[in-house]
């Protein structure tokens, strides 16, 4: 199966010749955007698995529009700019460019450059997928000991007795623990 991009470039002719350098590669073009209007709803719109902009000089509304697309509907972005200035780059990496190449494009080199982008790309989203669950677990771990410590305060009870009622009341309510810990912390706040 062939991998959807949507090309960005504001040059008819570069746009072009960029679009046929890909076909040559095998990916298939789904779109071609060559003004900024309407970008976001255009690239929320069209369903690709790439997005590639060739433009001069990035501007900050297009920075913008990716960092959007990073946060919500997260793809691999190639951007070929003729920019080499180290704060538009920083800023373009934020926005979540994973390549971001200076001087163009060259015909030849647009399927390695693809591709390690789209590697580069699935890997930093792995450790990112990793990370939010690390910070998930670490957040539901503080409301089971906050809710523990409500207990163990308010009943009387040991650590081990607290959790086992957590546990208890988690299994037959049929929700997480973490769930249950928060309707203590709930209660609690309630009432106190």
């Known amino acids: 199966m062939k991998s959807k991009v949507i090309l960005i470039d504001e040059n008819h002719g570069r746009a072009a010749l960029l679009q046929q350098?890909?076909?040559?590669?095998?990916?298939?073009?789904?779109?071609?955007?060559?003004?900024?209007?309407?970008?976001?709803?255009?690239?929320?719109?069209?369903?690709?698995?790439?997005?590639?902009i060739d433009l001069e000089s990035p501007?900050?509304?297009?920075?913008?529009?990716l960092t959007s697309i990073h946060q919500n509907h997260p793809k691999p972005v190639v951007m070929f700019a003729e920019n080499d200035?180290?704060?538009?780059?920083?800023?373009?990496?934020?926005?979540?460019?994973?390549?971001?190449?200076?001087?163009?494009?060259?015909?030849?080199?647009v399927k390695p450059i693809l591709e390690v982008a789209i590697a580069r790309f699935r890997e930093y989203h792995a450790m990112r997928c990793e990370l939010d669950a690390v910070k998930n677990k670490?957040?539901?771990?503080?409301?089971?000991?906050?809710a523990k410590g409500i207990l163990m305060s308010h009943r009387g009870m040991d650590e081990?007795?607290?959790?086992?009622?957590?546990?208890?009341?988690?299994?037959?309510?049929?929700?997480?623990?973490?769930e249950v810990a928060e309707q203590v912390i709930s209660i609690s706040e309630l009432l106190l």
């Open 21 to 52: 350098a890909l076909l040559d590669a095998g990916y298939e073009v789904v779109a071609v955007i060559h003004d900024g209007d309407n970008l976001l709803a255009q690239l929320e719109q069209t369903p690709a698995d790439i997005i590639i």
């Open 85 to 109: 200035d180290s704060d538009m780059i920083s800023a373009a990496i934020k926005a979540g460019v994973s390549a971001y190449i200076v001087d163009g494009f060259n015909t030849a080199r």
């Open 59 to 65: 501007d900050r509304d297009t920075l913008e529009y």
């Open 138 to 146: 670490l957040a539901e771990r503080k409301l089971v000991e906050r």
């Open 160 to 178: 081990a007795t607290a959790y086992h009622s957590l546990r208890k009341m988690a299994m037959d309510k049929n929700l997480r623990l973490a």
